[in-house]
T-cell receptor, first 116, second 115 residues
Framework: DTEVTQTPKHLVMGMTNKKSLKCEQH?????MYWYKQKAKKPPELMFV???????INESVPSRFSPECPNSSLLNLHLHALQPEDSALYLC???????????????FGPGTRLTVL | AQKVTQAQTEISVVEKEDVTLDCVYE???????LFWYKQPPSGELVFLIR??????QNEISGRYSWNFQKSTSSFNFTITASQVVDSAVYFC????????????FGKGTKLTVNP
């Protein structure tokens, strides 16, 4: 089973709202990722968690706040977003460090976010 | 620095035609991984294949085949007898031996298969 689930599928929020995106995997993976994808562009890496610790932050604005409550869950908390933050947000997971031969990122279906 | 170039922005074919998607990469690493992902209109990135830099064997999976040539730094993807369901954006990606924490994506090729 290579399934990564994401909720919600669609989200519309105002610039003053606080919302969260959720991602879950049950493959025993120890690395989880958030990507942002604008239309007609490749995904851009935002954050990487390895063994539940933040290992990479690609200079993402603080209005995006990631959280990894446990090895299966990854959240992205959103606050005071701008209209230009509207995009598809993709979550991915992989086996993580120590197993490079098996390290493939598997992606979820994404959350389409619209900021009004 | 690592770089992936997918020179074909859009390709349109008629069903049952064969189509090849090109991918050229640049890296200073001697060991690395190459990937292909498919992104249908629904949005999910679907993993298709991972190839290690030391394994130059071509691979075939049903109607899909991949040609990896280190000499030309290319990892091309061919769909034989294309179908409408193959319509999607296809991304080629590269990562180094340390793992796939950082995937360097190409800009993608949008394939449209017309009935």
């Amino acid at each position: 089973d290579t399934e990564v689930t994401q909720t919600p599928k669609h989200l519309v929020m105002g610039m003053t709202n606080k919302k969260s995106l959720k991602c879950e995997q049950h493959m025993g993976h120890r690395a989880m990722y958030w990507y942002k994808q604008k239309a007609k562009k490749p995904p851009e890496l935002m954050f990487v968690y390895s063994y539940e610790k933040l290992s990479i932050n690609e200079s993402v604005p603080s209005r995006f706040s990631p959280e990894c409550p446990n090895s299966s869950l990854l959240n992205l908390h959103l606050h005071a977003l701008q209209p230009e933050d509207s995009a598809l947000y993709l979550c991915a997971s992989s086996q993580g460090e120590g197993r490079p031969r098996e390290d493939t990122q598997y992606f979820g279906p994404g959350t389409r976010l619209t900021v009004l | 620095a690592q770089k992936v170039t997918q020179a074909q922005t859009e390709i349109s074919v008629v069903e049952k035609e064969d189509v090849t998607l090109d991918c050229v990469y640049e890296t200073r690493d001697t060991t690395y991984y190459l990937f292909w992902y498919k992104q249908p209109p629904s949005g999910e990135l679907v993993f298709l294949i991972r190839r290690n830099s030391f394994d130059e064997q071509n691979e075939i999976s049903g109607r899909y085949s991949w040609n990896f040539q280190k000499s030309t730094s290319s990892f091309n993807f061919t769909i034989t007898a294309s179908q409408v369901v193959d319509s999607a954006v296809y991304f080629c990606a590269l990562s180094d031996w340390g793992g796939s924490e950082k995937l360097v994506f190409g800009k993608g090729t949008k394939l449209t298969v017309n009935p």
